[in-house]
């Protein structure tokens, strides 16, 4: 990549007024630094990326209002996990974890449990309860 | 206290904090000269793992390691530790600004307040230098900014304690010891020995032979998952190659500037010419990911599978490329 070629498209880095460094080389051949605003092929990914997260938020969005699961699965997409990570940040068994999606299971949760759960989502217990999201 | 610590923005964390430590401590060293001294150039893809929803492929050694084989290559001491409780890790922090001693943390990106919301994700290697405190703010040089920021100790705290695959459980580390004069000559001849045998490893997922098999993944993956589902670890590979710290094409660009300054530094012209081919490969994995985005880009469901093909043949072909180039520059030093 030459120097001048390295990309200064749009991406979301500029919301934050952050810029990334690239290696290139310049007229001589000679290897330098260049800052770079962002690169399509790779935003278009992360835009994907984040598109498909919400689309898994609201799916796990609707399946609490449906009483197919509980508000712990939506609170950890929302906080894009996946149940290892859930797991190791109650330090809660995975299996226990994945039984405590179940409605039922997670209505006779005591409170000492439930307040690890809203610990890591930094909610209270009442809106880890609540089902209208 | 604050210490008088220049940072120095780089494109990899880890080569970032290493490079700045070094230089804290007077001994001038390269982002590129630590990546290529600390073998960090590779190709993996690792089977049965999840990240995202989506399989994971690594273009550099794990987290740690560069730093780990520098630090023997060049003859440098370093000490790591790593705590199970917030107070005792804080504590140990504190103590060495006290001494007016800079320390590298590894940290999670998710609680990073000063990073853009779509870049934070529950990724655990990050890494960065505490400097300073003041008023029971930590200043912080992370060396993907362009400039110096801090965190409160709470937020701190977070990072530092974040949980899931890689756990940094408040890993600190710093150099203790150096030589009196920094030998490079030996250590690069180590580094790059080291790369050549990893990319050329008879292990079917490591190296050259890993991105023969994800390319081989990726003609399965439209019959096999269905292009949604295709799309999406396509789009994954291309964040892995091209993610910030990568300094462009899956670190291929940083290796060919530590190619030419090892070049420079031996008097190998050989090393030189292959400095020019592996930015050349570079170019390569750019093309790759820009024909992978042609794909990706809609998001329909009616994406043909020509186009799989094709995108898999360009790996084919780099890996082709750089089975030669590997070949050549392990007879070059």
């Given at each position: 990549?030459?120097?001048?070629?390295?990309?200064?498209?749009?991406?979301?880095?500029?919301?934050?007024?952050f810029?990334?460094?690239?290696?290139?080389?310049d007229?001589?051949?000679?290897?330098?630094?260049?800052?770079?605003?962002?690169?399509?092929?790779?935003?278009?990914?992360?835009?994907?990326?984040?598109?498909?997260?919400?689309?898994?938020?609201?799916?796990?969005?609707?399946?609490?209002?449906?009483?197919?699961?509980?508000?712990?699965?939506?609170?950890?997409?929302?906080?894009?996990?996946?149940?290892?990570?859930?797991?190791?940040?109650?330090?809660?068994?995975?299996?226990?974890?994945?039984?405590?999606?179940?409605?039922?299971?997670?209505?006779?949760?005591?409170?000492?449990?439930?307040?690890?759960?809203?610990?890591?989502?930094?909610?209270?217990?009442?809106?880890?309860?609540?089902?209208?999201? | 206290?604050?210490?008088?610590?220049?940072?120095?923005?780089?494109?990899?964390?880890?080569?970032?904090?290493?490079?700045?430590?070094?230089?804290?401590?007077?001994?001038?060293?390269?982002?590129?000269?630590?990546?290529?001294?600390?073998s960090?150039?590779?190709?993996?893809?690792?089977?049965?793992?999840?990240?995202?929803h989506?399989?994971v492929?690594?273009?550099?050694?794990?987290?740690?390691?560069?730093?780990?084989?520098?630090?023997?290559?060049?003859?440098?001491?370093?000490?790591?530790?790593?705590?199970?409780?917030?107070?005792?890790?804080?504590?140990?922090?504190?103590?060495?600004?006290?001494?007016?001693?800079?320390?590298?943390?590894?940290?999670?990106?998710?609680?990073l307040?000063?990073?853009?919301d779509?870049?934070?994700?529950?990724?655990?290697?990050?890494?960065?230098?505490?400097?300073?405190k003041?008023?029971?703010?930590y200043?912080?040089?992370?060396?993907?900014?362009?400039?110096?920021?801090?965190?409160?100790?709470?937020?701190?705290?977070?990072?530092?304690?974040?949980?899931?695959?890689?756990a940094?459980?408040?890993?600190?580390?710093?150099?203790?010891?150096?030589?009196?004069?920094?030998?490079l000559?030996?250590?690069?001849?180590?580094?790059?020995k080291?790369?050549?045998?990893?990319?050329?490893a008879p292990?079917?997922?490591?190296?050259?032979?890993?991105?023969?098999?994800?390319?081989?993944?990726?003609?399965?993956?439209?019959?096999?998952?269905?292009?949604?589902?295709?799309?999406?670890?396509?789009?994954?590979?291309?964040?892995?190659?091209?993610?910030?710290?990568?300094?462009?094409g899956?670190?291929?660009?940083?290796?060919?500037?530590?190619?030419?300054?090892?070049?420079?530094?031996?008097?190998?012209?050989?090393?030189?010419?292959?400095?020019?081919?592996?930015?050349?490969?570079?170019?390569?994995?750019?093309?790759?990911?820009?024909?992978?985005?042609?794909?990706?880009?809609?998001?329909?469901?009616?994406?043909?599978?020509?186009?799989?093909?094709?995108?898999?043949?360009?790996?084919?072909?780099?890996?082709?490329?750089?089975?030669?180039?590997?070949?050549?520059?392990?007879?070059?030093?």
């Open positions: 990549m030459k120097k001048n070629e390295v990309p200064q498209d749009k991406s979301n880095l500029e919301s934050a007024n810029k990334e460094l690239c290696y290139a080389v007229e001589n051949g000679e290897y330098t630094t260049e800052l770079s605003t962002g690169w399509s092929p790779k935003t278009i990914a992360l835009n994907n990326a984040i598109e498909a997260l919400n689309e898994r938020i609201s799916a796990s969005k609707q399946r609490v209002k449906d009483h197919k699961v509980s508000p712990l699965e939506y609170y950890m997409e929302l906080h894009k996990m996946d149940l290892p990570i859930l797991a190791s940040y109650v330090g809660i068994w995975k299996w226990r974890v994945k039984r405590h999606f179940r409605p039922a299971v997670f209505k006779n949760l005591n409170n000492k449990t439930l307040q690890k759960y809203a610990d890591v989502f930094d909610i209270t217990i009442e809106e880890l309860q609540r089902t209208d999201l | 206290m604050e210490i008088d610590f220049k940072h120095k923005q780089a494109a990899h964390c880890e080569n970032g904090v290493v490079a700045n430590l070094m230089t804290y401590n007077g001994f001038t060293v390269s982002e590129p000269m630590v990546f290529g001294i600390g960090g150039l590779l190709f993996t893809y690792i089977p049965f793992l999840k990240v995202n989506a399989p492929v690594s273009y550099r050694a794990m987290p740690g390691i560069i730093f780990t084989r520098f630090a023997t290559r060049v003859g440098i001491k370093i000490k790591r530790e790593k705590f199970r409780n917030a107070q005792t890790a804080k504590a140990r922090l504190d103590e060495n600004l006290q001494r007016n001693n800079p320390v590298g943390l590894q940290v999670g990106v998710y609680n307040p000063y990073f853009p779509e870049y934070r994700f529950h990724f655990n290697a990050h890494n960065m230098v505490v400097y300073g003041r008023d029971g703010i200043l912080i040089s992370d060396p993907v900014m362009e400039t110096v920021t801090s965190l409160t100790e709470k937020e701190l705290e977070k990072v530092r304690f974040a949980k899931g695959a890689f940094p459980k408040g890993h600190i580390y710093y150099p203790t010891a150096f030589p009196k004069e920094l030998h000559e030996k250590a690069i001849v180590k580094g790059i080291h790369t050549c045998r990893d990319m050329l292990v079917p997922v490591v190296g050259v032979k890993g991105i023969r098999k994800i390319a081989k993944l990726i003609r399965k993956w439209p019959k096999a998952k269905g292009t949604k589902i295709a799309n999406h670890y396509l789009g994954q590979i291309v964040r892995m190659q091209e993610e910030i710290g990568t300094g462009g899956g670190f291929r660009y940083i290796y060919a500037a530590f190619l030419q300054e090892a070049g420079k530094l031996l008097t190998n012209n050989q090393l030189l010419e292959l400095s020019k081919e592996m930015t050349l490969i570079g170019d390569q994995w750019r093309d790759f990911a820009v024909e992978a985005s042609r794909i990706y880009k809609n998001r329909s469901n009616s994406v043909a599978v020509d186009q799989y093909d094709h995108v898999a043949t360009l790996l084919e072909d780099i890996a082709n490329k750089e089975e030669v180039f590997f070949k050549k520059l392990k007879k070059a030093i």
